[in-house]
T-cell receptor, first 112, second 115 residues
Framework: QKEVEQNSGPLSVPEGAIASLNCTYS??????FFWYRQYSGKSPELIMF????GDKEDGRFTAQLNKASQYVSLLIRDSQPSDSATYLC????????????FGTGTQLKVEL | NAGVTQTPKFQVLKTGQSMTLQCAQD?????MYWYRQDPGMGLRLIYY???????DKGEVPNGYNVSRLNKREFSLRLESAAPSQTSVYFC??????????????FGQGTRLTVV
């Protein structure tokens, strides 16, 4: 079992809708989490990081961290076709200091 | 500012051959990582280096060796390639201290095929 789990999708949403991506993690001691976006054939790029309970907003993106329930989510408002990509959740590997472990990613498709 | 540079971009090896994947970063980062990405498996950490001269195993280290030559460079070596090592390999780096400084920046990837 991976330490960071995601539903592989695909998640399909219509253009303009809110896309909700979720991630759960197993290590209660984990402090910080990252959301990466990866277009097909490209390398991952960071969208947001969060290390405090609650919400963090950046433009159309909102990351949410709930340490009690051990889940992290990413909301994308006003979804655009250009948001179609795989979204990767990442967190620290148990006992691993700054080692980052990734979920398997959720494929998002934004349809016209 | 090149960021993280990997070479080569593509490689085909025969089973049993050896090769080294090169990675260099120019962001003065302390931490460097090697990941492999396979369909349905996501990114899996092979090896990690917290600083020059230190390396540590990740989730899937078997069949690989690494060298942190200096602060800039972190190489990954396959001593005897196997078809199971066919994958896309990514190098990444991060500043490495503090909760927000493990933000990792990725190279463009190396697509390796072992036949």
């Amino acid at each position: 079992q991976k330490e960071v789990e995601q539903n592989s999708g695909p998640l399909s949403v219509p253009e303009g809708a809110i896309a909700s991506l979720n991630c759960t993690y197993s290590d209660r001691g984990s402090q910080s989490f990252f959301w990466y976006r990866q277009y097909s054939g490209k390398s991952p790029e960071l969208i947001m990081f969060i290390y405090s309970n609650g919400d963090k907003e950046d433009g159309r993106f909102t990351a949410q961290l709930n340490k009690a329930s051990q889940y992290v989510s990413l909301l994308i408002r006003d979804s655009q076709p250009s948001d179609s990509a795989t979204y990767l959740c990442a967190g620290p590997l148990t006992g691993g200091g700054n080692k980052l472990t990734f979920g398997t990613g959720t494929q998002l498709k934004v349809e016209l | 500012n090149a960021g993280v540079t990997q070479t080569p971009k593509f490689q085909v090896l025969k089973t049993g051959q050896s090769m080294t994947l090169q990675c260099a970063q120019d962001m003065n980062h302390n931490s460097m990582y090697w990941y492999r990405q396979d369909p349905g498996m996501g990114l899996r950490l092979i090896y990690y280096s917290a600083s020059e001269g230190t390396t540590d195993k990740g989730e899937v280290p078997n069949g690989y060796n690494v060298s942190r030559l200096n602060k800039r460079e972190f190489s990954l070596r396959l001593e005897s390639a196997a078809p199971s090592q066919t994958s896309v390999y990514f190098c990444a780096s991060a500043y490495g201290t503090g909760p927000s400084n493990t933000e990792a920046f990725f190279g463009q990837g190396t697509r390796l095929t072992v036949v």
